[in-house]
């Protein structure tokens, strides 16, 4: 209906930025990309205004699994942007490999965290990121070890997050993969092309050279950059081609 396409305009036009000006170039731009981004199917036109608010929320949980590279996961986090809401799950490998990475990260701040409510354990198979009448728009497990690789493509469900994955899949949102492991094995490769055919985006830390990175910081804002680009989220974090 008139109203249905109105509300699936709305969203995709807050996925992409504010409403346009009619009758300016950077309108009718705008508008080309609001309409791009729901033909793609990135429109997520299945949510809702949240109760007693007149716009859209993104809804986004980030999972940390136990591999190496976990300030990425964290860094993940954080950078995503405040109009979005967000959650954090942590496995018991990650919270080993945070002593080893990052043995400075304030335990104050996960704590913090825990009681707002927006960081769960992956023993909590209760949590409501693991239903899907929750409606989680986008799920991002970054980094994603190669036994959470494995769980998720053979349809286990056994943690909090291997569950909020294949509900993810079920739903049919977006779900995100970054494999932290060189070389990758056959068989994780095969889990890989599984996932990608059920259209699992696979997108392992990859750095490209092209936006020149200084240092270890920016080549960790480029690998985030393109982990945004690939679920709608606007940012500056690198320099693009041309």
């Not at 209906?1 to 309108?27: C, E």
């Not at 990475?101 to 354990?121: A, D, G, I, Q, T």
């Not at 949590?127 to 991002?140: I, K």
């Not at 982990?227 to 974090?237: A, K, M, R």
């Amino acid at each position: 209906t008139g109203r249905h396409a109105r509300l699936k305009i709305s969203w995709a036009f807050a996925r992409v930025g504010s409403s346009p000006t009619p009758g300016t170039s950077a309108g009718v731009a705008q508008l080309a990309r609001a309409s791009a981004f729901q033909a793609e199917g990135r429109g997520f036109e299945s949510r809702l205004p949240l109760q007693n608010s007149t716009r859209f929320r993104l809804r986004i949980v980030v999972a940390i699994s136990g591999a190496s590279a976990l300030k990425l996961g964290i860094k993940t986090f954080s950078l995503l942007p405040s109009s979005v809401e967000k959650y954090l799950i942590l496995s018991k490998g990650a919270k080993k490999v945070l002593k080893k990475e990052n043995p400075f990260f304030s335990k104050k701040e996960l704590k913090r965290l825990s009681k707002e409510r927006v960081l769960f354990k992956n023993s909590e198979i209760e949590a409501p990121v693991a239903s899907g009448s929750f409606q989680v728009d986008v799920m991002m497990v970054v980094p994603c070890s190669m036994n959470t690789l494995a769980k998720i493509a053979n349809g286990i469900g056994d943690n909090l997050i291997t569950r909020s994955a294949q509900v993810v899949i079920k739903e049919r949102k977006r779900l995100l993969l970054a494999p932290r492991e060189l070389p990758f094995s056959a068989l994780a490769l095969e889990n890989m092309n599984k996932l990608a055919k059920l259209n699992v985006i696979i997108a392992p830390p990859v750095v490209g050279y092209y936006s020149y990175p200084k240092d270890l910081e920016e080549m960790e804002n480029f690998i985030i950059g393109k982990w945004f680009d690939l679920i709608g989220i606007e940012h500056n974090l690198y320099k693009r081609w041309g």
